[in-house]
């Protein structure tokens, strides 16, 4: 059995996080849409981006809660500003800007916690 590494690990949330969206009736639009600051500057990631039925994009970034922390608390704080300058970014590229949101899918375990329009830019 192989050992399970960190990306090995965010791969498996990250599709746990995208079937659950599907599941909810979302359809896949993008997957780890990154965007750079500069030749050598971290810029920014969105998890998934997914499209509701009634064509409002949604930048879904997934955190796994660690586990001692309580579910009541999590997503405490989502790493929102990489993910706003990736979706401002994406947006750009857009001949016409659909209604848009920022979620969250948390993961703990097997459980999995959608929080819609966790964040705003």
């Not at 810029?43 to 922390?69: H, K, M, Q």
């Not at 800007?97 to 966790?118: K, L, M, N, S, T």
Request: proline share 7%; aromatic share 6%; net charge positive.
């Amino acid at each position: 059995m192989a050992a399970t590494t960190p990306k090995s690990a965010g791969d498996h949330a990250e599709t746990l996080a995208l079937e659950h969206l599907q599941r909810h009736g979302l359809a896949l639009v993008c997957r780890n849409y990154r965007v750079a600051r500069g030749p050598h500057a971290r810029g920014g990631e969105i998890d998934l981006i997914v499209r509701e039925g009634d064509g409002t994009l949604c930048s879904s970034r997934f955190v796994r809660a660690p586990r001692a922390r309580s579910a009541a608390r999590w997503p405490a704080s989502p790493p929102a500003s990489g993910n706003v300058l990736a979706a401002r970014n994406y947006l750009a590229g857009l001949a016409r800007i659909p209604p848009c949101r920022f979620d969250v899918v948390a993961i703990e375990g097997a459980r999995v916690q959608w929080v819609r329009g966790a964040f705003t830019a």
